[in-house]
Every structure is written in C-alpha cells, then in structure tokens.
C-alpha cells in the first residue's frame, strides 16, 4: 500500500491529530490577536477563525448527516470557545457507530477516508496560521506533516490552487516534513 492510500485511509486518525494540535493552538489566542494578519493573505485572525469554525462545522455535518450544505452560517460569541466545543463535537460525532461510509459534498459522493483526511490537512495547516497570527509559532509535528505531505498533492492539485492557497514556496531540501507541507501550501515556515 503506498503512503497515499495509507493516509487516505486513515483520515479519522489524521483528524484527531490534527484537531489536537489546532486545540493547542487555540490557546495561544486573544482578543488582541483577532485583529492580527494571518499567513493567509488579506485575512484577520477573526477571519480564519470563522473559515476554520465553517471547515469544522461542515465536517461534523457531514458525520452526522452524510452530506454538506455548503452553506456559511453566521458565527456570534467568542470564537475560540466556540471552535473549541464544534473541534469536539466533531471528533464525537465521527467516531459514532453510525458515521457514515460515503458523504455527499455538493453533489461529489466522497468516502468518509477522503473527507476527513482533507478536513485534516484543512484544520492542520489553518492551526498553524493561528499559531503565527498570535505570534508563538508552532511547527507542526513532524508525524502527522509527514502523513499529510504524503496526500497533499491529491488534496491541492495545482489547478485548484488559485484562489485556495497561494504558489508553493522553495524549501531547503534538508528541512522537515512540516515546512515541506507548509511551503507546499504556499506558506513561509
């Protein structure tokens, strides 16, 4: 089995780890900081929060009801507590005995695999822009960057890149797995 299909099917797994380390990240955020830039060019901190708390929302829809909306709901309160509760919610409603095989995703019939290792890569790149945003940058750990960079090229093919992420970044031959990912991403680790 390749390291694609490994982490294809290992995509629970991959979230949980990477929802862990966003978790950690979390922490990092104040009021202060919401105002901030992020990696993620032209964007607030608030901005990402309320894009990563969409992500997370439409991945739990996705456990709980085989399909994704699309939709962009209003997000009110303090975004960390909650991004927090939907990062948890999210994790219970996957691991459920009824998640589902397949989900419906705007009319793609995606495997569950597929869905949550891109939700993955999604929560662990965008909790590292937290990171930065606060000014404590965390790396990603080496593992899960390792898993991750092992499907990125299936997740971001660079025809989809414009508008998604920004032109991947050179990055010394010799630096780990998780600046590889990161400058894959178009981010400067």
């Known amino acids: 089995m390749t390291d694609e299909c490994a982490a294809l099917l290992g995509g629970l797994d991959l979230l949980e780890r990477a929802v862990g380390y966003t978790l950690g990240n979390l922490r990092l955020v104040s009021a202060a900081h919401l105002s901030r830039p992020t990696p993620c060019a032209g964007w607030t901190l608030a901005q990402l929060l309320a ?6 929302l439409a991945l739990h829809e996705a ?3 085989g399909h994704v909306t699309l939709d962009v709901p209003e997000v009110a309160g303090d975004p960390v507590l909650g991004l927090r509760a939907r990062a948890t919610g999210l994790l219970a409603a996957w691991t459920a005995a009824e998640a589902p095989d397949r989900v419906d995703v705007g009319g793609a019939l995606l495997t569950s695999g597929i869905l949550t290792t891109a939700g993955a ?6 909790g590292w822009d937290v990171a930065q945003a606060c000014g404590s940058p965390r790396p990603l750990p080496e593992p899960l960057a390792e898993d991750l960079l092992a499907v990125a090229p299936l997740l971001l093919p660079e025809a989809d890149r414009p508008g998604r992420f920004a032109p991947a970044v050179p990055v010394p031959p010799f630096a780990g797995a998780s600046d590889h990912l990161l400058a894959f991403t178009g981010r400067r680790p």
């Open 63 to 65: 456990a709980d009801l």
């Open 121 to 126: 890569f999604e929560v662990a790149v965008h």
């Open 51 to 56: 894009h990563l708390d969409d992500s997370l």
